[in-house]
């Protein structure tokens, strides 16, 4: 554990000294001599020694000399010297200056036991000090760089003051971060990996691939990343890798997709084969736009996972696809409503709808600047059309077309949206075959919904009803005569009457209120109608029931 030199002139005395003691059980494990003081101050330069035995009287360079000169370069060595009765006022010498202890010669075993366990005992106190020590330093390090790292998130994520910002700008200045003239932040993580990030672990990897220190934090990676956590990185850039940072960025690639990955069975089909990405903004000059350049990672890191791209990609790189397809919009918006208008046809005719389905995320993915959002709400625009074919009008309503919405917007890929939009038109294919297969059925309840809904609307009337559920008002009136027993006209009058009969007995509104509410506003009319059902007028019909 500790590493002592011999400086001793007579070799024999060296010699013997090796063999002494048994040095290994009081913790010596390495033992170097040395012949004269010129030898060994050079020796203990080398090798730093935790004790050094010395001679006094050796040519040259005496032990005095030598041993002053060692304190001033080695303070924390401890020094014994080997001195005769002759040479004692040496020896008194030694202590005052830094020498620990002294042995009269000729050397006897249990006095030299004695003091060389004291000594060691000494090593043994000042380095657990000495460990002590550093471990304090290493906690009230590790604070004040875990504020560091909260005082910078604050600041991206909009929180505190200038005043608090400038604070966080000195002192990322005072601790390296800023020595560069300009600086980027960069935002890296691997899609789907099931690992918590190690942001020390990233600080040291990125800090020795780089060359330079670099501030690592952990966020979300934006929008749509459900539990995905990035890393965030600050990255101090020199005026001549300005136009290169993207070579930088390889670089540290290159080594994270190295790196061995061990994924548990259960995960293995949720982790994105295409590796790390490393989205990075403009690099700037201006520390007080941080905040614009964590954005602009973001958005090109997001703009990488949507659309499948692993590796490096720049800011400028996503913004160029949004002024592309800018550019191209008009020819886009013609294609997609064309193809969404022959998904909703093969939807409705009980054709395939995968061809078409190919058709329209082959567009999609040949436009990536479209952007997330937007693509989101053109798929939610598409469920919504080819939902009225499959269910009753009322049920599609704004609220389940929001629900849409809502898990295409958490989708972070684009196949995430084409799974999650195969998977509602695959739904809503199985509904539309099975109402196929018993049509009858299908259109019968779908008109009694709408006369229980539509009740109140005056132009309720078989050639209303027809033409809501597309067939011919012969048709509907024929099976919905053999299904029920009633014609739809019969079956719309007894509707409105019952309903007229609850609000009678349970409200207080006017006799023509009720009429108008039911869809029957001439109030006369209602009232014969009335009495046909009930056998009394309307008004008759409330004063028997409120007795």
């Known amino acids: 554990m500790f590493k002592m030199l011999i ?61 002053k000169l060692v304190l001033e370069q080695l303070p924390g060595v401890r020094i014994v ?23 009269l010669k000729p050397v006897g075993e249990e006095e030299m036991l004695s003091t060389m366990l004291k000594v060691v005992q000494g090593c043994e106190d000042q380095l657990l000090k000495r460990s002590e020590e550093e471990r304090m330093w290493l906690e009230k390090d590790a604070v004040h760089h875990l504020s560091l790292r909260q005082q910078v998130m604050d600041w ?41 990030p190690d942001t020390m672990e990233m600080e040291r990897t990125a800090g020795t691939v780089l060359g330079r220190q670099v501030l690592v934090l952990s966020a979300g990676a934006g929008a749509g990343q459900g539990e995905l956590t990035a890393f965030v990185l600050l990255i101090a850039l020199q005026q001549d890798e300005l136009s290169g940072q993207a070579q930088l960025a390889e670089k540290l690639l290159q080594v994270f997709n190295l790196q061995p990955v061990i994924i548990e069975d259960t995960a293995r089909e949720q982790v994105d084969p295409a590796g790390w990405i490393i989205g990075i903004s403009s690099p700037r000059e201006d520390i007080g736009l941080i905040r614009e350049s964590f954005r602009e990672s973001q958005s090109a890191f997001n703009f990488a996972v949507f659309n499948g ?84 009008a009322a049920q599609a309503t704004t609220a389940v077309a929001a629900n849409h919405m809502e898990a295409l917007l958490a989708s972070s890929r684009l196949p995430d949206m084409r799974a999650y939009t195969a998977g509602v038109i695959g739904e809503m294919s199985q509904l539309l075959e099975e109402k196929r297969n018993r049509k009858d059925d299908y259109l019968i309840n779908r008109v009694i919904v709408l006369i229980e809904e539509q009740y109140g609307n005056q132009d309720l ?64 009319y209602f009232g014969l109608l009335y009495k046909q059902v009930y056998g009394m007028t309307p008004g008759e019909y409330r004063e028997f029931v409120q007795r």
Not at 16 to 43: R, Y
Request: hydrophobic share 40%; glycine share 10%; charged share 25%.
């Open 309 to 392: 791209l692993s590796g490096v990609v720049a800011a400028d790189r996503e913004q160029f696809a949004r002024k592309q397809f800018t550019k191209d919009s008009e020819v886009f918006t013609r294609q997609f409503r064309e193809l969404a208008k022959r998904l909703r046809y093969d939807l409705g005719s009980g054709s395939p709808t995968g061809p078409v389905m190919d058709e329209l995320f082959a567009l999609l993915a040949a436009h990536p600047g479209a952007g997330r959002s937007y693509i989101a709400s053109l798929l939610g625009g598409v469920i919504e059309s080819c939902s009225s074919l499959a269910m009753p």
């Open 156 to 196: 991206l994520l909009g929180r505190g003051g200038a005043e608090t910002q400038q604070q966080t700008i000195n002192e990322l200045r005072d601790n390296g971060y800023l020595e560069a003239g300009a600086f980027s932040v960069w935002l890296c993580s691997r899609p789907g990996l099931p690992q918590k």
């Open 81 to 103: 010297v080997l001195t005769g009765y002759d040479d004692f006022e040496f020896a008194r010498e030694a202590l005052r200056f830094g020498a620990v202890d002294y042995v």
């Open 461 to 524: 009337s078989l050639a209303y009803l027809a033409g809501e559920v597309f067939v011919s008002p012969n048709h509907l009136g024929m099976i919905f005569k053999k299904k029920t027993g009633k014609t739809p006209s019969e079956y719309i009058q007894e509707y409105r009457l019952a309903r007229a009969e609850e609000m009678l007995r349970t409200t207080k509104q006017r006799i023509a209120v009720v009429a108008e509410q039911i869809g029957i506003p001439n109030p006369s």
């Open 7 to 67: 400086v001793e002139d007579e070799r024999w005395e060296r010699e013997g000294l090796i063999e002494f003691l048994d040095w290994a059980s009081m913790g010596i494990s390495v033992i170097e001599t040395a012949s004269d003081g010129i030898e060994g101050l050079d020796k203990a330069l080398e090798i730093r020694p935790d004790i050094i035995i010395t001679d006094i009287q050796m040519p040259g360079r005496n032990g005095i000399e030598m041993a």
